[in-house]
């Protein structure tokens, strides 16, 4: 049995919360940016979080957002990590890590070897590098994969894990070209954009648990 960390991100209703920490996600992600369909208020991520059992992790993640917005943020929702989706940099994700008592994740957009390079920048900040696919319409969420092998060629020094377009039927073959410690994952589990689906969610971590 595969001990890789499972992160089902965008969740966005106490079922669907409940259902992701039984079926053994080890992480739960909320996502707060108005234009996703995924978007949650802070006040419902707080109510989201109380929910969710110390054993797990609450993931919540932010596009390039103002300090003030940040700060708020972590406040209400008391979340165990923050995870930068947009183009926040370096220099700025270190001063959140000196300010606010949370570990901090970074979304890497991973096209090219150039990708790997800017995410070499994040280590020693970042509690985690997250790959994804290159940002579309939405940051992330976009339900689209990426080239595995960039990363089997090169796997980073710091913790890290790999999103985009994974679902039950490809996360397997995707630990297994990567050797990735976590996979994420957001349409994959998904009836329509936005919408969690309880079996698929069970079927995603039965897939991991199984590779
Ligand atoms: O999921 C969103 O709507 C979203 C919006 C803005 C920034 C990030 C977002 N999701 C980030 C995630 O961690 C997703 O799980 C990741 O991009 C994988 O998504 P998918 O390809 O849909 O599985």
Not at 112 to 134: N, T, Y
Request: aromatic share 6%; with cysteine; charged share 20%.
């Amino acid at each position: 049995m595969s001990d890789t960390l499972i992160k089902i991100c965008g969740l966005s209703t106490p079922e669907t919360l409940d259902a992701a920490v039984d079926a053994g996600a080890t992480h739960v992600g909320l996502v707060h940016f108005e234009p996703s369909p995924r978007h949650v208020s802070l006040e419902d991520a707080a109510k989201l979080r109380r929910r969710v059992p110390e054993t797990v992790k609450v993931v919540l993640l932010l596009v390039n957002a103002q300090p003030e917005p940040t700060e708020r943020a972590f406040h209400t929702v008391r979340p165990d990590v923050i995870q930068f989706h947009g183009n926040e940099t370096p220099e700025w994700l270190a001063l959140v890590r000196k300010y606010l008592d949370v570990q901090i994740w970074k979304a890497v957009g991973l096209r090219d070897a150039a990708s790997l390079d800017w995410a070499r920048k994040f280590e020693g900040i970042a509690g985690r590098v997250l790959f994804d696919s290159p940002a579309q319409a939405l940051p992330g969420g976009n339900g689209t994969g990426f080239d595995w092998n960039l990363l089997a060629a090169n796997p980073p020094a710091t913790p890290w894990g790999i999103a985009g377009g994974l679902d039950p039927a490809n996360v397997a073959e995707a630990i297994r070209v990567t050797g990735a410690p976590l996979v994420d994952v957001s349409s994959g589990v998904e009836s329509a954009p936005g919408v969690k689906d309880v079996d698929r969610i069970k079927a995603f971590c039965k897939a991991v648990r199984g590779a």
